[in-house]
Nanobody
Framework: QVQLTESGGGLVQAGGSLRLSCAAS????????MGWFRQAPGKEHTFLASIRWSSGTLYYAESVKGRFTISADNAKNTVYLEMNSLKPEDTAVYYC????????????WGQGTQVTVSS
């Protein structure tokens, strides 16, 4: 079982920045891809960004391109999500997730961290 632990959420004013961290218990084929999602109240999980440990290949949702940046520190088994120019509509619980290369969906999830953007 891959364990994922997020941190870095909090309250920030509109226009501000936050950096979320996701520490993984391992960096193996079981969690080749690491992703960030968010869930606003009453809505489903929304994909934000992902990174592949081995190649550094990045994917972003169109809605966050240019504002959010995903990165990884392989030595620390940690993935980051740098969020800039935050808006009130970015308010949500942010989740880190992981999957293997061939899994059709993300299999492992963190507990989530709350991000609240005030206007």
């Amino acid at each position: 079982q891959v364990q994922l632990t997020e941190s870095g959420g909090g309250l920030v004013q509109a226009g501000g920045s936050l950096r979320l961290s996701c520490a993984a218990s391992e960096r193996t084929l079981r969690n080749s891809f690491m992703g960030w999602f968010r869930q606003a109240p009453g809505k489903e999980h929304t994909f934000l960004a992902s990174i592949r440990w081995s190649s550094g290949t990045l994917y972003y949702a169109e809605s966050v391109k240019g504002r959010f940046t995903i990165s990884a520190d392989n030595a620390k088994n940690t993935v980051y999500l740098e969020m800039n120019s935050l808006k009130p509509e970015d308010t949500a619980v942010y989740y880190c997730a992981a999957r293997s290369d061939y899994a059709p969906k993300y299999e492992y999830w963190g507990q989530g961290t709350q991000v609240t953007v005030s206007s």
